[in-house]
């Protein structure tokens, strides 16, 4: 079932609501550890979250299902399983599903991630095969091998969960919470002046699954991080420096694989953030959201109603937000609007560090 600021208890996070226009209270962080499935479409910020995933004792990393947009999806395919080597689980599920948006064409976006999706890096092919089970399979069986367990973090556009709500309509109730990096609540856009991402590549899946894992019917809604919070995780030189450092290497002259992976990999990254944000570091979006489907306290979201652009001339994929409530509908997304980067950014740090130096003696 998707979190929110339902009134329930799951699991040790209680979460009061008062109904339309609720503050999602700050939610408590969960004991134990987070059973995760992860989409992506890696993509170096990708990449970084599934090394955060990685290096993270409270998750529990089940699966990760790849879908197009940063780069096409076999590439995808490709880049995860090249970067979960990297971090030494070889073992991991990754699988394939729909290669295209429901119902437009595919852009990419070589530009930001570089033409293979991890910058000026390079990767050892990967060795680890390729699941034979659908994306949507896999999250379809997953969900209901573990009903009510499983937390969907979705790092790309949401094309494979789309085709797995279509295909098993009770998918939001058999899942524990939905945890969504995209849209664009009441910031600018960073694909077209109001839309991000994730929500412009496929804005169809995104409208199929905020209609169904927003049913008010359900215990809870998804929480969505936007460019709103997510922009505010900005990795620095210095903070690649300290990591490096901290793994006992340096970023200057890198030798362990994890770190040279990182130097290499966030060089293209930067540098596209100098040229078109204007500082030279970058936003990494997708380990924010993955630290916050460990961690919801390191958020704070409000209920809201949100409608995706499907038909606008200049909108389309923009998520429209109401803010005033003017349309007088039930909530049924949880937008983080408040976010501790500072907490999360020394924990990205201090956790792929404590990553790079265990793997830094092992050939990937
Ligand atoms: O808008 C940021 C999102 O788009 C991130 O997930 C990034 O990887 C790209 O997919
Ligand atoms: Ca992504």
Known sequence: MAIGAGPRKTGGVSQTGYGAGTIARMHSALPGRVPLIVDVDTGIDDSLALLYA??????????VTCSAGNVDARQVAENTRAVL?????PDLEVALGREVP???PLETTPETHGPRGIGYA???PARMPLSTRHSADLIIEAARARPGEITMVTLAPLTNLAVAVL???A?????RRLVVMGGSYRSPGNTAPTTEWNVYVDPEAARVVFAAFGDPSLPARPLALGLDVTERAKLTPEHLERLAALAGDDAAAP?????RYLVDALRFYMEFHSRYDGFYGAFIHDPLALAASLDPALVRAEALTVEVELGGTFTTGETVTDWRRVWRKAPNVDVAVEADATTFMNRFVERVARLAAARAGVAS
Do not use: H, M, T
């Not at 080597?85 to 689980?89: V, Y």
């Not at 998918?171 to 899942?175: D, F, K, V």
């Open 54 to 63: 990685v290096a993270s004792d409270e998750a529990e990393l089940l699966a």
């Open 85 to 89: 080597e990297l971090a030494g689980r």
């Open 102 to 104: 429901l119902a437009r």
């Open 122 to 124: 390079e990767l050892p």
């Open 167 to 169: 295909r098993e309509p």
């Open 171 to 175: 998918l939001p109730r058999l899942l």
């Open 255 to 259: 030798k362990s694989p994890i770190i």
